[in-house]
């Protein structure tokens, strides 16, 4: 009789649980002699996945949705039952915050580089000199080869320090939540890099392979993002119900893994040792480093940095918002002297999350060299974004209440030679640990799809490796 193999999967974030979903499926549908077990240190499966539900509001505390364009989302949401209740955000009107003053965003735009040039022409956004600046990206021609540079280095270059500044930096830092002048092109933007190489011009690039849009006045701005209906922890739930009972242990952590022979043994917070034929690493990069500490080849870790964030939701009555702005919220320019570095208008952009008369606003702190703010109390945070806010729009109320979110070093960053980083230790981990793979945000991609392509690609790289 063969053996039963036995898989680890560390971490119970998106890209664990799928990883642990996807294996058991493959298993149970292939009759493979194997089992699977989910450790999470945290009491809460989900990672940055978390939803509250408070008087009628649904407010996510990470993220809110996640690309529709990126298929793998979409997939497991369906796969796991929920596919009648995904709904699109609501559109409008995004908006810019330069100079003190909310500038529409430019339509016609892919990560803020233009498809379109009129309505860059027409733009505040940039002086006459920015604008020409910019356009000279349509006669430079490609750049010399590069294995990887900075996302800065590279827009500065092609587009010009204004257009980075007001447009491009804060859309990308958003994201990120990085400085764009450490962050690497190659592990974030590299279909910019081979726009440029291939047509010598990023905005011709973008207008010969970006599908056409219709701009006629009475076509809708199509959405471009989607969302669960009762708030993205119901995926969550939906995947972990699908796994075996007995699956999942919580509250308890790996400590070391140690390699012996052809299996491994994991170290738990608890004083136990489990055993493991495979072991996928869905946790943070400096977890794993801790995990392997005796294996120098995950040195780099130990100088990859990570930045702090923080949000806060407020909930108002209508009445309370005098001087209302029509559009989804803005982001701020890093010129600006606002210590939010964005604010969603959650109740136009998700109306599913706010009940009738009442409005919802998330805003955000944490830029690079603003960490600190994290840290502050939940009064100095809610006064800080409502002053900030008062200054774009007119609030004549308190909230109804507030909630503060902290996310410390819990945002990975790429900076400049990341990928080949992270392909060199995956190179080393085939040769000295054979049946160890790594999935998550700290790796391939922090977004919800990212996270879970490399949850599915660790569980095919597992039963590739055991049968």
């Given at each position: 009789?063969?053996?039963?193999?036995?898989?680890?999967?560390i971490?119970?974030?998106?890209?664990?649980?799928?990883?642990?979903?996807?294996?058991?499926?493959?298993?149970?549908q292939?009759?493979?002699p194997?089992?699977?077990?989910?450790?999470?240190?945290?009491?809460?499966?989900?990672?940055?996945?978390?939803?509250?539900?408070?008087?009628?509001?649904t407010?996510e505390?990470?993220?809110?949705?996640?690309?529709?364009?990126?298929?793998?989302?979409?997939?497991?949401?369906?796969?796991?039952?929920?596919?009648?209740?995904?709904?699109?955000?609501?559109?409008?009107?995004?908006?810019?915050l330069?100079?003190?003053?909310?500038?529409?965003?430019?339509?016609?735009?892919?990560?803020?580089v233009?498809?379109?040039?009129?309505p860059?022409?027409f733009?505040?956004?940039?002086?006459?000199i920015?604008k020409?600046?910019a356009?000279?990206?349509?006669?430079?021609?490609?750049?010399?080869?590069?294995?990887?540079?900075?996302?800065?280095?590279?827009?500065?270059?092609?587009?010009?320090?204004?257009?980075?500044?007001?447009?491009?930096?804060?859309?990308?830092?958003?994201?990120?939540?990085?400085?764009?002048?450490?962050?690497?092109?190659?592990?974030?933007?590299?279909?910019?890099?081979?726009?440029?190489q291939?047509?010598?011009?990023?905005?011709?690039?973008?207008?010969?392979?970006?599908?056409?849009?219709?701009?006629?006045?009475?076509?809708?701005?199509?959405?471009?993002?989607?969302t669960?209906?009762?708030?993205?922890e119901?995926?969550?739930e939906a995947?972990?119900?699908?796994?075996?009972p007995?699956?999942?242990?919580?509250g308890?952590s790996?400590?070391?893994?140690?390699?012996?022979?052809?299996?491994?043994?994991?170290l738990?917070?608890?004083?136990?040792?489990?055993?493991?034929?495979?072991?996928?690493?869905?946790?943070?990069?400096?977890?794993?480093?801790?995990?392997?500490?005796?294996?120098?080849?995950?040195?780099?870790f130990?100088?990859?940095?990570?930045?702090?964030?923080?949000n806060?939701?407020?909930?108002?009555?209508a009445s309370?918002?005098?001087?209302?702005v029509?559009?989804?919220?803005?982001?701020?320019?890093?010129?600006?002297n606002?210590?939010?570095?964005a604010?969603?208008?959650?109740?136009?952009?998700?109306?599913?999350?706010?009940?009738?008369?009442?409005?919802?606003?998330?805003?955000?702190?944490g830029?690079?060299?603003?960490?600190?703010?994290?840290?502050?109390?939940?009064?100095?945070i809610v006064?800080?974004?409502?002053?900030?806010?008062?200054?774009?729009?007119?609030?004549?109320?308190?909230?109804?209440?507030?909630?503060?979110?902290?996310?410390n070093?819990?945002?990975?960053?790429?900076?400049?030679g990341?990928?080949?980083?992270?392909?060199?230790?995956?190179?080393?981990?085939?040769?000295?640990?054979?049946?160890?793979?790594?999935?998550?945000?700290?790796?391939?991609?922090?977004?919800?799809?990212?996270?879970?392509?490399?949850?599915e690609?660790?569980?095919?790289e597992?039963?590739?490796?055991?049968?």
């Amino acid at each position: 009789m063969e053996q039963t193999k036995h898989v680890v999967v560390i971490g119970g974030g998106i890209a664990g649980l799928t990883a642990a979903y996807r294996l058991q499926r493959d298993i149970d549908q292939n009759e493979l002699p194997m089992r699977v077990k989910l450790i999470e240190a945290s009491e809460q499966l989900g990672g940055k996945i978390q939803t509250v539900h408070k008087d009628g509001f649904t407010i996510e505390r990470g993220p809110d949705s996640f690309l529709e364009r990126k298929e793998s989302a979409m997939r497991l949401a369906r796969d796991v039952g929920l596919g009648d209740q995904l709904i699109p955000n609501g559109t409008g009107q995004a908006y810019i915050l330069v100079n003190n003053k909310l500038h529409p965003m430019p339509k016609g735009s892919f990560m803020g580089v233009p498809t379109r040039v009129r309505p860059f022409l027409f733009s505040g956004l940039f002086s006459p000199i920015g604008k020409l600046r910019a356009s000279m990206d349509l006669i430079k021609g490609k750049s010399k080869q590069a294995e990887d540079q900075s996302l800065g280095l590279f827009f500065r270059r092609r587009l010009g320090d204004q257009f980075v500044e007001n447009l491009i930096e804060p859309l990308l830092s958003g994201i990120y939540a990085g400085d764009i002048d450490n962050l690497s092109l190659m592990a974030t933007f590299p279909n910019f890099y081979e726009l440029e190489q291939k047509h010598g011009s990023l905005i011709k690039g973008l207008k010969k392979t970006r599908p056409k849009a219709d701009i006629s006045k009475q076509a809708k701005k199509p959405s471009m993002f989607r969302t669960l209906e009762h708030g993205l922890e119901t995926l969550v739930e939906a995947v972990a119900n699908k796994l075996h009972p007995g699956t999942v242990s919580t509250g308890v952590s790996v400590d070391h893994i140690e390699k012996k022979e052809h299996a491994y043994h994991l170290l738990l917070s608890n004083g136990e040792v489990e055993q493991a034929d495979a072991v996928v690493i869905a946790a943070p990069f400096f977890q794993a480093e801790r995990m392997l500490s005796q294996y120098e080849f995950l040195r780099p870790f130990r100088d990859m940095p990570a930045t702090s964030v923080a949000n806060v939701a407020m909930a108002f009555d209508a009445s309370a918002i005098k001087e209302d702005v029509d559009g989804t919220g803005f982001v701020v320019s890093r010129n600006s002297n606002f210590r939010i570095t964005a604010c969603t208008w959650t109740h136009k952009k998700w109306p599913h999350t706010t009940p009738d008369g009442k409005v919802l606003l998330r805003c955000y702190v944490g830029k690079p060299d603003d960490q600190a703010i994290v840290n502050y109390s939940d009064e100095e945070i809610v006064n800080i974004a409502l002053n900030d806010l008062n200054q774009t729009m007119t609030i004549t109320g308190d909230p109804e209440f507030s909630i503060i979110t902290r996310w410390n070093e819990a945002m990975p960053q790429y900076t400049v030679g990341h990928k080949q980083r992270i392909t060199d230790i995956e190179n080393q981990m085939r040769e000295e640990l054979p049946g160890v793979y790594l999935a998550g945000g700290s790796y391939r991609g922090i977004g919800l799809p990212d996270c879970i392509d490399q949850g599915e690609q660790a569980a095919t790289e597992v039963l590739d490796y055991l049968t």
